[in-house]
């Protein structure tokens, strides 16, 4: 019911995220922020006493790329590390600690559109995660080697149940049905406005982020972005800022015969 100014048919399309996905093991002799007894309550008092508590920190402490098959060949997927458990309701009362991955350079691609002309109404968002065999195959792989990441001396004398996927989960068909059932985004949404010539089917806007076919509009957040980045999109996005920042402060420079460096030092952050 929207009436449309300018068709590009690549704009929502061609989405991208990376697919997040867990593994909880149960833990002994080490402090975990799951449960609700005395820890929990300790560490709030501590928080509301302006006092160094868990409670403060991020959820994810530890990071790391690694090879999903191996360990040894260059990384295909992100590690995430967790002294708790955000995953599962039913293991709140439980100490436990997680590591998740997700693939850096998935293949699979959905799209978001709009399902109504209330800008209140929720768009629709399929990102197809697995689609794409290679995907899905990474992923088993990856659930198969972290076990074996918590099974290695370093954390073995702490774990005692793995409590997700969970020891019955062992064929590929199982681990795959676990992914599908308990996957998670993580919030690296990207490609829907891709950079790319006029020329080029999909493409949204061009090399300086202007939307190809209109004046006045540049895109510049993670739609931009052709793929995924290999690792969280932030970094990528602050560097979209600046350089379309950049460019906008050279292009009032030239129209208005002003210097441009002189302009951006009086231009406030």
Excluded at 33 to 38: A, E, L
Excluded at 103 to 124: C, I, M, N, T, W
Excluded at 157 to 184: H, N, T, W, Y
Excluded at 224 to 246: G, H, L, R
Aim: glycine share 8%; net charge negative; aromatic share 6%.
């Amino acid at each position: 019911g929207v009436q449309v100014a300018h068709e590009l048919r690549g704009v929502g399309a061609s989405a991208q995220d990376h697919f997040m996905v867990h593994l909880v093991t149960q833990v002994t002799g080490a402090d975990t922020i799951s449960g609700r007894g005395f820890a929990l309550i300790r560490e709030g008092a501590k928080w509301l006493f302006g006092r160094p508590s868990l409670l403060a920190i991020s959820p994810s402490l530890v990071f790391g790329f690694v090879n999903s098959k191996d360990l040894v060949s260059p990384p295909n997927i992100q590690l995430d590390f967790a002294i708790g458990n955000y995953c599962d309701s039913a293991l709140e009362r439980v100490p436990v600690i997680k590591l998740g991955f997700y693939q850096l350079r998935p293949r699979s691609r959905g799209y978001v559109r709009a399902k109504s002309s209330d800008p209140f109404v929720s768009p629709e968002i399929q990102p197809n995660y697995l689609a794409d065999p290679q995907d899905r195959r990474v992923v088993i792989d990856a659930v198969k080697t972290l076990r074996r990441v918590f099974e290695a001396p370093p954390l073995s004398s702490f774990c005692m149940k793995e409590e997700l996927p969970g020891a019955d989960v062992q064929s590929d068909a199982s681990i795959l049905d676990f992914a599908r059932a308990e996957g998670l985004t993580a919030y690296h949404l990207s490609g829907t406005c891709r950079m790319g010539p006029a020329s080029a089917a999909g493409s949204v806007v061009d090399d300086e982020l202007r939307l190809h076919g209109m004046d006045g509009l540049r895109i510049a957040d993670a739609s931009i972005m052709p793929n995924v980045p290999s690792a969280n999109t932030s970094a990528a996005v602050f560097m979209i800022a600046e350089k379309a920042a950049d460019m906008l402060l050279g292009h009032s420079s030239v129209e208005q015969g002003a210097d441009t460096r002189a302009l951006a030092a009086t231009t406030p952050a």
